[in-house]
């Protein structure tokens, strides 16, 4: 199975998505299974991973129930206040829900001080008892305290986003790599690849820009623990799904078939628990 491991649906409404900015105008949409399909289909994608773009419940909820309906909506990744004190009981709310295969926030709106607090490390360890992933959204910028909160959260399954949005507009990743390495040296840690385009310069941006990126994510992680994320619709800020697509594709061509069947779609089955 192809897989896009990594996209969002929302309607609109400038009183949720506050961080759509002015310079956003491209994705000041609604965007549902509608407008992606035919993007899946033109790239011979089977489905997808869709993951929280709002911090809600009520978000959650909406992408479950669109499961319902929508089959190519393989799993979802929603939002949970992980600091809560009454946590269990809001993992309770979608426990019988078997699309949900796990939980993220938007780390990367807050300080470090947040997601090393002892509340949220216990929530960490305790959507893991539950068997959920967690997607870490950082900036590489947070990656020295991200690498605590995982020292703290030994065996939990995370995939790292958007490979943790390194500078790619200044062509800075040698100091990324250095720390991306340590993550690598945990089996459990996941990477996605995904979110690129809109690290570089939305107008000019060009493959060779991503190279140094991608041949350090295939070194560290390896085919396996390395998955195709679109970031659709956020990616149509710098970049059609097809180019965003393009751009994986002629990278990882030279490896084998194997290979790049976990890249694209096998990977991301065995990390969320996806069956054909």
Request: proline share 5%; with cysteine.
């Amino acid at each position: 199975m192809k897989l896009d491991a990594h996209q969002h649906f929302w309607k609109y409404d400038p009183a949720k998505q506050t961080w759509i900015d002015s310079s956003m105008g491209a994705i000041k949409h609604t965007f549902l299974p509608e407008n992606l399909y035919p993007e899946l289909d033109s790239n011979e994608i089977d489905g997808s991973v869709v993951v929280q773009a709002e911090e809600s419940f009520r978000e959650t909820a909406w992408l479950l129930d669109l499961t319902s309906e929508e089959k190519k909506i393989k799993a979802v990744v929603g939002w949970a206040d992980l600091s809560r004190d009454d946590l269990e009981k809001d993992l309770d709310a979608f426990s019988s829900n078997s699309k949900l295969k796990g939980y993220r926030e938007v780390l990367q709106s807050k300080k470090p001080e947040y997601f090393l607090k002892p509340e949220f490390i216990r929530g960490l360890a305790k959507i893991g008892k539950r068997g959920y992933t967690y997607d870490l959204l950082v900036y590489s910028s947070q990656l020295e305290a991200a690498f605590q909160l995982i020292k703290k959260s030994p065996e939990q399954a995370i995939v790292i986003d958007h490979l943790a949005k390194p500078q790619i507009k200044l062509g800075i990743w040698r100091e990324w790599k250095k720390e991306m390495s340590l993550f690598a040296e945990r089996e459990y840690i996941y990477c996605k690849l995904s979110g690129m385009v809109t690290e570089a310069d939305w107008k000019n941006w060009t493959a060779s820009d991503f190279k140094p990126y991608l041949e350090t994510a295939l070194e560290l992680f390896g085919p396996k623990r390395l998955m195709f994320g679109s970031d659709w619709p956020v990616c149509l800020l710098a970049g059609s799904y097809s180019q965003v697509a393009e751009v994986i594709s002629e990278f990882i061509a030279p490896l084998s078939p194997s290979e790049k069947a976990q890249i694209m779609g096998g990977t991301a089955m065995e990390f969320y628990g996806i069956k054909p």
